[in-house]
């Protein structure tokens, strides 16, 4: 049983590595989902660019037993993936490419591109990365969990870079939980922009979104009905990558 000492260390780790903004969202959340079953859902997510790196992430030989390959939709390996089929196949029907990490014929992890808009699928909203043909955007990085402390990550970001690079995209936009604080730091890493950021409350049908960029504010009633974020790439450089820049946690 963990005890209380235990406990308010967490929270105290919580606060200095989101803030209290993005604390309190994470426990009204916590309790809205209890509440009401799941019918109330509160999230927020920042939106974020980083440059298609020209270089690798790892030195020469490194990571060599782990193969990353573009699959197809029907890939018998896309039954081992930690998510519903239907989603999986919502994603290829986008045009999506997924590349998968493979070591030792076990399948390690993933990441999914797209070179156009994306349909959000885990809220309803579109993000559209601008300029077109020049700016891509990733999503759903995954590495299991016992290879998470290994070569996985930048083993299949050196490989997008490889797949952008081949499509002339010069920028990669992504959306990142405000409470996964792992994904938030691998990817800054990176070097990335932020872009904005945006919460989501879904009641149900109902679906209600603050974003600090265009269109600020939106009301849905059905599926049908859903913001489009166009995350702007053009003239971001060197220059944008200062620290004021990054995603803060308030």
């Not at 919502?90 to 349909?119: D, N, P, T």
């Not at 590495?143 to 490989?159: I, K, N, Q, Y």
């Not at 913001?227 to 053009?234: G, H, S, Y």
């Amino acid at each position: 049983m963990v005890s209380i000492t235990a406990r308010k260390n967490e929270f105290h780790q919580m606060l200095q590595q989101w803030g209290w903004f993005n604390v309190s969202l994470f426990v009204l959340n916590r309790v809205l989902v209890m509440i009401s079953k799941g019918n109330l859902r509160l999230y927020r997510y920042y939106l974020i660019a980083q440059p298609v790196a020209k270089t690798s992430l790892l030195p020469p030989g490194r990571g060599k037993k782990i193969e990353i390959r573009v699959i197809q939709p029907h890939d018998e390996i896309t039954r081992q993936f930690p998510r519903p089929a239907v989603a999986i196949e919502a994603r290829f029907e986008q045009g999506a490419k997924c590349l998968v990490a493979v070591k030792e014929e076990q399948f390690i992890g993933f990441l999914w591109l797209l070179l156009g808009s994306y349909q959000e699928d885990e809220v309803r909203a579109r993000y559209t990365p601008l300029p077109a043909k020049q700016a891509a955007w990733d999503f759903d990085v995954y590495v299991a969990p016992d290879s998470r402390l290994g070569l996985t990550f930048p083993r299949l970001w050196d490989e997008a870079n490889r797949v952008l690079s081949e499509n002339d995209i010069l920028w990669s936009c992504s959306r990142i939980s405000a409470f996964n604080i792992g994904s938030l730091g691998a990817h800054a890493r990176l070097g990335t922009v932020s872009l904005g950021s945006c919460i989501f409350f879904c009641a149900g049908r109902w679906q209600i979104t603050f974003a600090s960029i265009s269109p600020y504010f939106h009301l849905s009633l059905n599926p049908e009905s859903f913001p489009e974020f166009c995350l702007n790439t053009q003239g971001l450089g060197k220059n944008s990558f200062a620290d004021h820049d990054k995603p803060t946690m308030e």
